[in-house]
Nanobody, 122 residues
Framework: DVQLQASGGGLVQAGGSLTLSCITSGFSFEDWAIAWFRRAPGKEREGLSYINNLVGDTDYADSVKGRFTISSDIAKRTVYLRMDRLKPEDTAVYYC???????????????WGQGTLVTVSS
C-alpha cells in the first residue's frame, strides 16, 4: 500500500527558511518520481519540483527555482524540500506525490500525501 506523509510546515517570517519532509512506503522509492505541489488559497494546485532517483533528475517550477531545493535520502525513503527566502505568496498547503512519471503536473501522479500548511508572514 503506497503511503506518503508530508510534514515540516509551520509559520515563518518572510525571508526565512523551512524544510518539508515526505516519508514514503509501499513502492520502489529508487524507481519512482516524487514531487512537491502546493495549493494556495483561491488558487489552483501548482507543481513545484520533482526528483527521480533512478535517473538522477530534478526539475523546478520557475516560481521557486533558485529558492527551493529538492533532495532525497534513499535509506530513509524520504524526500525533502528545502525552502529559502520564503515570500508571503509561498503561503499554501504543500503536498508530496509519487508516480512512475516525472512531471510538474498533478495528473502524472497517482499517490498523494496529506498536506502540510506553510504560512509566511510579511
Amino acid at each position: 500500500d503506497v503511503q506518503l506523509q508530508a510534514s515540516g510546515g509551520g509559520l515563518v517570517q518572510a525571508g526565512g527558511s523551512l524544510t518539508l519532509s515526505c516519508i514514503t512506503s509501499g513502492f520502489s522509492f529508487e524507481d519512482w518520481a516524487i514531487a512537491w505541489f502546493r495549493r494556495a488559497p483561491g488558487k489552483e494546485r501548482e507543481g513545484l519540483s520533482y526528483i527521480n532517483n533512478l535517473v538522477g533528475d530534478t526539475d523546478y517550477a520557475d516560481s521557486v527555482k533558485g529558492r527551493f531545493t529538492i533532495s532525497s535520502d534513499i535509506a530513509k525513503r524520504t524526500v525533502y524540500l528545502r525552502m529559502d527566502r520564503l515570500k508571503p505568496e509561498d503561503t499554501a498547503v504543500y503536498y508530496c506525490a509519487a508516480g512512475i512519471i516525472s512531471a510538474l503536473w498533478g495528473d502524472a501522479y497517482d499517490h498523494w500525501g496529506q498536506g502540510t500548511l506553510v504560512t509566511v508572514s510579511s
